[in-house]
């Protein structure tokens, strides 16, 4: 009997791919027509491609790129710089790149101490989220009764906190349960730079920066990337070049992925899972099964309830999942100009300019509202990879924030995905006039279809608020972090488990890791 | 002459750290710049007859080791019980919460029947909570940096206390020290009125909403009460704030402290790296071998000391230690009682706190309101009648409402705080004359005390209550300065012993406590 995989995003592949090193034949099942998840690159209008989800990478953990081998799988990785171009009202633009000493440049055209303190800024970034990376790799210790091999990784780790320094400890210690608003407002004045920076610890959650607890985000976003403004790393024809790569890697590793394999039980018995029940009632026998779906799903949906000892129950249901992110895709007649950009955008672009307009778009989400002037993070894939569009047509992938999946009262979201739609192209046309004349078709993804078509709860795009109380040994539950459930043979591979932190694939190998463990006979 | 420690500040703090040093022998003068003592815990008659406890007005936390070490009853302190709060809601409800455990529980019961079963489950739970973090409160903090056997001991002290703790408890531990005060109670209650105002403990002179995280941890202090023993932690002081003062200061006369007031610190002498006395702002100069400053950071460093003292480093992070003020006082001498739509008449409800506060949507969009520089157009109040307690404090018949108001953010984004205390004022009045119609009719006089006041008149920067944001990043060994958290300061012979050091504000007494013990132990 094959271990099954519940779910082929990055973190069901990578799982899959290293217990498949690890010896194992696993067997990935997958609901939808199309291997992804959340990294998928998918037509939407007729000649049209985008990626439907995601356009930019965590990035993925280089280990993993490496053990998979997906650039000799034709995978192209493209870090387009600038990183991204943080978009002002007043119609000038900020770009970011990757040197600290040329992105200060530009940073003087909006203030000389921020330019001035840049530089700084991006080694003391680099240093604390350096540390926090360490902590993604591991499996998160037992608390309350740590192992010897817990006790030696914890020292470990202790000795390379002890080694960043007094002023670098300091920072850790007060940068993670800070306010991200506080944080950049230590560092920088101008509110277009505090912005773009801010975003990254606010991107897929229900808290605005001036929330505490969203330093930690930002550290936590960074520990895969740690420049400021965050990752642009993508792949030529998207992320779902990458995980098309990955379900090659699997299957050459001696897994297998089935596709309209909708799984909607998972059987368990004498507290172990036993295997899988797929919705056309088949079940699947499993040596054991592995969840990239996130806890709600998993053992709310999945797990009849009376596997599960009523205090877990509670827990998991009191796991928060308050999706915010909604996804539009604009299908261009050709390529928009943005105010006070002089070449086409290679990277991201943030829309966002001060700390004032995100928690402005964050406070009307508290109460299930759209915002006004929400944030927004584009991307323009077609310039990477032109065939995506047609001849000389570009696409458009916008990320928007902060969407409420509970609408105020109880409104639908299939009523308001127009209103979307308008919303975001309305403030789209702000930055680049003219863009809404291009507009030749539109896909708009609402969080309710995040939950129906990607199977993530509450749509919350990490598989849980990336908040203190739901982070590191708390993730997805204090006790339950070393991706073991309380169901024997029952593991979560995806990212409501440690990590988590965005298409890094951390969670699918720590899981594997464990999992391997496990199963050893 | 020369003492040996001379403490800045007479506030309640102050003078608590002041009677430890005494009575340890040392010779102590407190120097205190206003012409009352007490600080913000004080009484005045602002109107003839009308004694108001103008800034602090119920006893929150105050440490009962100190209450009885420094023998505060015989000194005159006398704690009346503050039973319950009411909560009044505008669709003519109410929700009423008392001491007396079954009453409450009847009451929740009205609002929902699951709400009244988690009370009991989430009362337990929390005085295991409280059991776990009070002797914190009495502990120097350790600094996380350190190599040295002492902060490694301290360290490993909070690890095994925590490993100690059942499952279920450290799960709720780590909850109550991160989430927001509503994602908490979500998980417990139903309700929305007993969610907001449960979670209005949680915003209490900060600068964060009810869904802001790192809230939900006040919630415990409500509870630490139960274990010193109920009345003790929440009630009234006879005679107002300003009795704790005063017993406290009884205590340090008759321990041998000299106290003086209208005597303002202009400046701490520093000679060689080390405290050597003040100047006072008449010019003269007085030596000590130690100064214990009680007032908070940016007015001990940045104003007395001078930032050529110190190193860059500690000056960077007192500059941005944040304080933003985020509440106002409004108190009233009143002719008659108010009474309230919902439930009418001079009952037992008005004898406790009454808190408008009847939803998390309202608290919410108060805090929105703050966040872009304006006072609450609908404020979170909360009320108390003291003198239908403790009927010494107004004239018979007659009544004094002290009402904290939440939020008015010391930076305002139009105006002055001197233009607009008129409006704050009127929007307090017409917020609280939506529940209460007849308030408008019985006002004899009205004392409203803004941010920019309570800098003014009682040195508390920006008019933050608790001299600085209680924040994670500003609390415990990060509490005012990472790296001086153990009420030393780079400064020799210099100690901090105010509400700016661990564990904080409130009438707590423990700052000054544990500084106390810090300069006598000689950790310098």
Request: proline letters at 7%.
């Amino acid at each position: 009997m094959p271990p099954v995989i519940i779910g082929s995003g990055v973190n069901g592949l990578v799982a899959a791919f290293y217990l498949a090193k690890a010896g194992h034949r696993p067997l990935v099942l997958e609901r939808r027509g199309i291997v992804g998840g959340a990294a998928i690159t998918d037509a939407f209008a007729p000649g049209f491609r985008a990626p439907a989800l995601a356009h930019a990478l965590g990035p993925l953990r280089p280990s993993i790129v490496r053990d998979m081998e997906l650039e000799r799988r034709g995978v192209r990785f493209v870090q387009p710089d600038p990183r991204v171009t943080a978009l002002s009202p007043d119609g000038r633009a900020l770009p970011l790149v990757r040197d600290p000493r040329q992105a200060a440049n530009a940073i003087r055209a909006f203030s000389t101490s921020d330019a001035d303190r840049y530089g700084d800024f991006c080694t003391a970034l680099g240093r604390t989220a350096g540390f926090v990376d360490r902590l993604m790799d591991m499996t998160p210790p037992s608390i309350d009764a740590p192992s010897k091999g817990e006790l030696w990784e914890l020292l470990k780790i202790g000795r390379q906190f002890r080694a960043l320094g007094r002023t670098d400890e300091f920072r850790l210690l007060r940068w993670g349960p800070m306010a991200v608003a506080d944080l950049v407002g230590e560092w920088f004045e101008s509110e277009l730079l505090q912005g773009v920076i801010a975003a990254q610890g606010i991107f897929g959650t229900a808290m605005g920066p001036w929330s505490a607890g969203t330093g930690a985000v930002l550290l936590w976003r960074a520990a895969a990337d740690p420049v400021p403004g965050g990752s642009s790393v993508t792949a030529r024809g998207g992320p779902g070049a990458v995980t098309h790569a990955m379900a090659d890697a699997v299957r050459d590793a001696g897994g297998e992925i089935r596709t309209n394999a909708d799984v909607v039980g998972i059987a368990v018995r004498d507290n172990g899972a036993t295997g899988v029940v797929l919705a056309d009632g088949t079940e699947i026998p499993a040596s054991a099964v592995i969840s990239s779906a996130d806890p709600r799903a998993t053992f709310l949906r999945l797990v009849d309830p009376i596997d599960l000892e009523p205090g877990f129950l509670t827990r998991i249901r009191n796991y928060r999942m308050p999706g915010t992110v909604a996804k539009v895709n604009l299908a261009l007649g050709r390529l928009p100009s943005f105010k006070g950009m002089d070449a086409a955008p290679a990277g991201r672009l943030h829309i966002g300019p001060g700390i004032d307009y995100l928690e402005r778009a964050f406070d009307a989400s508290k109460y299930g509202e759209l915002p006004a002037a929400p944030y927004l993070d584009a991307t323009i894939p077609t310039l990477q990879d032109p065939s995506l569009a047609p001849a000389g047509k570009h696409v458009l992938s916008v990320y928007a924030q902060f969407m409420p999946y509970a609408l105020r009262g109880g409104a639908s979201w299939k009523d308001a995905s127009g209103t979307l739609g308008d919303l975001v192209i309305e403030t789209l046309e702000h930055y680049a006039p003219g863009l809404r004349s291009l507009v030749e078709h539109r896909q708009v993804i609402t969080p309710l279809d995040l939950e129906q078509t990607w199977g993530m709860t509450g749509g919350h795009v990490f598989h849980g608020e990336p908040s203190l109380d739901q982070l590191f040994t708390m993730r997805p539950t204090l006790g339950w972090a070393k991706y073991h459930t309380p169901i024997a043979r029952l593991f979560l591979c995806g990212s409501g488990t440690h990590p988590g932190n965005g298409l890094t694939g951390t969670s699918g190998r720590n899981a594997a890791r464990e999992i391997a463990r496990a199963l050893k006979p | 002459m020369n003492y040996d420690v001379i403490v800045i500040g007479g506030g309640h703090n102050g003078l608590v750290h002041a009677a430890y040093l005494a009575r340890a022998g040392r010779k102590v003068l407190v120097l205190e710049r206003r012409h009352v003592l007490g600080g913000a815990a004080v009484t005045e008659e602002i109107f003839p007859g009308f004694k108001f406890s103008v800034c602090s007005y119920v006893v929150s936390l105050l440490r009962p080791e100190i209450i009885r070490e420094l023998d505060l009853p015989r000194h005159g302190l006398e704690i009346l019980p503050l039973d319950g709060t009411f909560t009044p809601m505008p669709n003519g409800d109410y929700l009423w919460r008392v001491n007396d455990h079954a009453k409450t529980r009847r009451e929740i019961a009205r609002h929902s029947k699951l709400d009244a079963e988690a009370y009991d489950e989430y009362g337990k739970a929390m005085v295991d909570m409280g059991r776990f973090v009070k002797p914190i409160l009495t502990m120097t903090p350790p600094d996380p940096t350190t190599l040295a056997p002492r902060g490694l001991k301290d360290l490993l002290f909070l690890a095994r206390r925590f490993q100690a703790l059942s499952p279920g408890d450290q799960y709720n531990q780590v909850q109550l020290m991160t989430m927001s005060a509503v994602d908490f109670l979500d998980q417990w209650f139903e309700t929305d009125v007993l969610k907001a105002t449960m979670s209005a403990s949680g915003i209490i002179g900060t600068f964060l909403g009810v869904r802001s995280p790192g809230t939900a941890y006040v919630l415990l202090h409500h509870y630490m009460g139960e274990i010193d023993g109920a009345f003790r932690s929440w009630g009234l002081s006879r005679g107002g704030t300003g009795a704790i003062s005063n017993a406290i200061a009884a205590a340090a006369l008759e321990a041998g402290v000299e106290i003086r007031t209208r005597t303002a610190v202009s400046k701490i002498i520093v000679k060689d790296g080390s405290a050597a006395g003040v100047v006072l702002d008449n010019g003269d100069y007085i030596t000590a071998n130690v100064i214990s400053s009680s007032v908070d950071p940016n007015l001990t460093f940045l104003k007395m000391v001078g930032t050529e003292h110190l190193p860059d480093e500690f000056v960077e992070d007192v500059r941005r230690y944040k304080f933003r003020g985020s509440s106002g006082k409004v108190n009233m001498a009143l002719d008659a009682l108010p009474d309230f739509t919902c439930l009418r008449g001079p009952g037992a409800h008005l004898r406790g706190a009454i808190s408008i506060s009847p939803s998390v949507e309202y608290m919410e969009r108060a805090y929105d309101d703050a966040k872009y520089g304006h006072f609450s157009r609908r404020p979170y109040i909360d009320i108390v009648i003291p003198s239908l307690t403790d009927p010494s404090v107004a004239p018979p018949g007659k009544h004094v409402m002290s009402c904290f108001v939440q939020y008015a953010p010391y930076h305002l984004k139009d105006g002055t705080w001197d233009d607009q205390r008129d409006a704050f004022g009127d929007t307090v009045v017409n917020t609280i004359a939506e529940y209460a119609p007849n308030l408008k009719d019985i006002i004899l006089h009205r004392q409203v005390v803004t941010p920019l006041d309570l800098e003014r008149e009682w040195g508390l920067t920006e008019g933050n209550i608790f001299q600085g944001e209680l924040t994670l990043e500003q609390l415990f060994f990060l509490r005012p300065a990472p790296g001086w958290a153990q009420y030393r300061t780079p400064i020799r012979n210099l100690f901090m012993c105010g509400s700016a050091t661990h564990p904080g504000g409130g009438i707590m007494g423990a700052p000054g406590r544990n500084a106390a013990m810090t300069v006598i132990g000689g950790r310098s």
